[in-house]
């Protein structure tokens, strides 16, 4: 019985030496064979939206790359807007400029490692035109009188009849500057039941 177990024993340890150790997860045991991973594109594809010609930086970030990373970028297509306006450091991955197209533009990034391994991913970059101040509404008394007539008209549809219920009636006065404008306008309840 101690021949089997010591024999037993013995097939054992030659069997893990033979076949590469005692089953390293890492793929690096004593065969000599190693496991690589494939150098990946990790930024999310939909960048940080910009407003036009406002300066714009953001880094593109890579991981399992070996050594110094280069990067580039290309448009996607022919037809397909360009991020026009904006370059990418190539040694760092920093994308900025000032953009000088409006809408979302595309582009593909590229980047190698010293070892010579590409990754390439897509990305969008929406460029917003510049925020405007509304003009300033200008309300004549031709204007006011039929935003108040169909405000009492869609009253009426709603409510029914005015006959028989309270109502209240409000005049505005201001001065008509000649030009059909209503200046210094002012609102007043004249009151009762009318």
């Excluded at 969008?124 to 007539?149: D, H, V």
Aim: proline fraction near 5%.
């Amino acid at each position: 019985m101690k021949k089997i177990t010591s024999s037993l024993v013995l097939l054992i340890v030659l069997s893990l030496v033979a076949c590469g150790g005692g089953g390293s997860s890492s793929g690096s045991g004593s065969g000599g064979i190693t496991q690589t991973l494939p150098i990946t594109i990790t930024t999310d594809p939909f960048l940080p939206v910009t407003l036009n010609g406002q300066p714009y930086s953001t880094t593109l970030a890579a991981s399992n790359g070996k050594g110094a990373l280069k990067w580039s970028i290309r448009p996607i297509s022919p037809t397909t807007l360009f991020v026009d306006g904006l370059t990418i450091d190539s040694a760092t991955g920093v994308l900025s400029g000032k953009t000088t197209f409006l809408g979302t533009a595309g582009f593909v990034a590229t980047v190698t490692d010293a070892n010579s391994q590409t990754a390439s991913k897509n990305f969008n970059l929406t460029a917003y035109g510049p925020l405007t101040q509304p003009s300033p509404l200008n309300l004549t008394t031709e204007i006011f009188c039929e935003l108040w007539f169909a405000a009492a008209w869609n009253f009426h549809r709603q409510h029914g009849s005015f006959e028989g219920q309270r109502h209240e009636v409000w005049n505005v006065l201001g001065d008509d500057n000649g030009a059909g404008f209503v200046d210094n306008a002012t609102v007043l309840r004249a009151g009762g039941e009318h």
